[in-house]
């Protein structure tokens, strides 16, 4: 009869009816009264959203102090029921470190046997470390199932702690759980999810995950499942750190375990391509993996991010219009509503929304980053400040919220604090191109023109070597161009603002930048023409306007200066000019200078034509 309620009870549970399960679980329990079918009967409960019954269950039967599996389902309920600081109490503060494996090459391994573990091969010589030696020993006379669920109440203590807003505590808890046990993938998806580690951090606590702790059949197949769970867990780190090595997993898990069109690959990819500002490439991946899962919340807020710096506003309208009917109780269809918003400039309204989805979810990262930002639109720089403050306090591991950080004293041109918040965000990812450009800026203001220099230089290039669009960074060749004008090195601000220009950056400032450079070269009439094409894209620009009027000016003087040249034969004459004009131009500009005692062109300077990244970009 037991057998026979046994596989009732599990034919139940796999069909999902629940209230039979309960039913005849808690008639097999009267009749086994056995510890194991109690926790089973709770389990169930536990399925059905029933918390405070599975609870309670547990709590009759004397089951949370009878092993580990029954104190992480009873704190897993208490949390359910937003009770931490229970929880805590049934879970304890403290992580098991001593199951924690060591990096050792020469720790045993973990045998199966018959459901018990027992030790492997003994341990060579002394590695000075007897610690580690104990703790390898301690571990390996636990059961593999007990060492499961010692990393599943890690991670629910880092649950606990992120909620008491104790990030620094929950991280540890999480990076011990994955320690423990490297297929603990809620712990180590709470860690990047919540961005608690740096780029670097990342992938040094990668490098110092044990994966060969994954059992197989014979070692072959330990290794192959130690390679695919490390790969598996590469493509979720940071983008802006080792994209060879990102690639190279991508590639290997398309390829060779066909996984090319899985929704968790397609979307490290597009988080890639947005990380190089290829928008079209991110929105054709993430679109097409809404295609077969529309309701896969984790895409929603890198497809959103995508549809607004493309502007496509109707796409954005019809997408909101659909969350909010279908799902009005998660949080990222608020934050779609607040894209839209601020994508058509209707800031207050955005605004609204970004608030009402940070409330669902404290912690949802994309609706803080979206409510500061309505506040920076608005020019509204102390209240950005101060929820850019909130969200790196939130999500320590990235740089964004200390670039926009920096980005926003900028404006208000506190070029001390700037630099400084900069330097922060540079220190957790220091292959931002963004970032770069506005600490450039910012050494450009502060007129250390080198440093400016370096730091642009720098940019581009890890823009060309991350095969970033070239498009993105007109912004930072531009001011590139102005910090080598500074520097009074014109022929390379020359090729720079050129360069700007082949790329489709056909802005009034670059022409006028352009014409002030020439102009410095002494090539007058290439001047005039570069500011005519500057008056054609602004008309009322005051700086075109006036530097023309010099251009023009310069020009005559030295018309003037060189027409009385005599020639010895008529048919050289129009040669002789053009090549008087540009050999002696230079010394005619100085004696028009002498003579006259006009200003350097080179002291017509305007920070304005400076270009500074949008933080909504």
């Known amino acids: 009869m037991q057998q026979i309620l046994k596989d009732w009870r599990q034919d139940a549970m796999q069909k999902h009816q629940y209230e039979s399960a309960i039913y005849i679980g808690d008639k097999l329990l009267a009749i086994t009264n056995d510890p194991n079918d109690a926790f089973f009967l709770a389990q169930v409960h536990f399925s059905t959203g029933n918390y405070t019954r599975a609870q309670s269950f547990l709590d009759n039967h004397d089951l949370v102090e009878y092993n580990s599996a029954c104190r992480y389902l009873a704190a897993h309920c208490q949390i359910r029921q937003g009770k931490h600081e229970e929880a805590l109490s049934i879970l304890g503060e403290k992580n098991p470190n001593h199951l924690i494996l060591s990096p050792s090459k020469t720790r045993r391994k973990l045998h199966h046997t018959n ?13 000075g470390k007897p610690e580690r030696i104990e703790k390898s020993e301690e571990r390996d006379r636990e059961n593999i199932t007990n060492i499961k669920y010692e990393a599943g109440m890690c991670y629910l203590r880092g649950i606990c702690f992120a909620k008491q807003n104790s990030f620094d505590r929950a991280k540890e808890c999480y990076k011990d759980a994955v320690r423990i046990d490297v297929q603990c993938f809620e712990a180590f998806d709470q860690l990047m999810k919540n961005s ?24 072959s197949t330990s290794q192959e499942a130690a390679q695919f769970t490390k790969m598996l867990y590469t493509t979720r780190l940071s983008k802006y750190k080792n994209p060879t090595e990102f690639n190279h997993a991508s ?23 947005f990380t190089q500002c290829r928008f079209k490439q991110a929105l054709a991946l993430t679109s097409s993996i809404l ?54 400039s209707q800031i207050a309204e955005a605004r609204r929304f970004f608030s009402k989805a940070s409330v669902m979810d404290q912690h949802f990262g994309p609706a803080w980053i979206g409510f500061a930002h309505t506040f920076a639109a608005e020019g509204e720089h102390d209240q950005a400040i101060s929820a850019y403050a909130q969200a790196a306090r939130l999500f320590q591991g990235t ?26 965000a540079r220190a957790l990812c220091s292959t931002d191109p963004l970032l770069l450009n506005e600490l450039g800026v910012v050494f450009y203001h502060l007129d250390h023109l080198s440093e400016a220099i370096n730091i642009f230089n720098n940019a581009l290039t890890i823009a060309a070597d991350i095969d970033s ?49 020439l102009l410095e070269m002494g090539r007058s009439w290439e001047a005039v023409c570069a500011l005519h094409e500057a008056l054609a894209v602004g008309p009322q620009d005051p700086i075109a306007t006036d530097l023309l009027s010099r251009a023009l000016e310069e020009n005559a003087s030295l018309q003037g200066w060189g027409g009385g040249m005599e ?3 008529a048919e050289d004459r129009e040669f002789d000019k053009i090549l008087a004009g540009r050999k002696q131009g230079p010394a005619g500009r100085k004696s028009r200078r002498k003579d006259k005692g006009k200003q350097r062109f080179s002291e017509v300077e305007d920070d304005s034509m400076m270009i500074m990244s949008d933080e909504e970009d």
């Open 115 to 127: 459901g018990t573990l027992r030790p492997g091969s003994k341990h060579g010589k002394a590695t």
């Open 196 to 219: 608690l580690l740096s780029p670097d951090e990342e992938w040094t606590f990668l490098d110092s995950l044990e994966f060969d702790s994954l059992s197989g059949e014979d070692n």
């Open 251 to 273: 590639e290997t898990l398309s390829t060779h375990y066909n996984l090319a069109t899985n929704p968790d690959i397609l979307l490290s990819k597009a988080e890639l391509f």
């Open 291 to 344: 295609e077969t899962d529309e309701y896969n919340f984790s895409i929603y807020p890198l497809h959103l991010a995508c549809l607004h710096e493309l502007a496509q506003t109707n796409t954005l309208f019809l997408l909101s219009h659909r969350l909010a009917d279908l799902y009005p109780d998660q949080p990222t269809t608020w934050l779609a509503v607040g894209v839209y918003y601020l994508s058509i």
């Open 399 to 424: 740089h964004l919220p200390q670039l926009f950080l920096g980005m926003q004293n900028l404006q208000l041109n506190n070029m001390n604090l700037a630099h400084e918040y900069l330097n922060a």
């Open 469 to 517: 669009d070239p498009r993105a960074w007109i912004a930072t060749r531009a001011n590139l161009g102005h910090a080598y004008r500074r520097q009074r090195e014109w022929a390379l601000a020359l090729q720079e603002f050129e360069e700007v220009l082949r790329q489709g950056g056909r802005d009034a400032g670059i022409f006028c930048a352009k014409g002030l450079v």
């Open 567 to 569: 020639a010895e034969d």
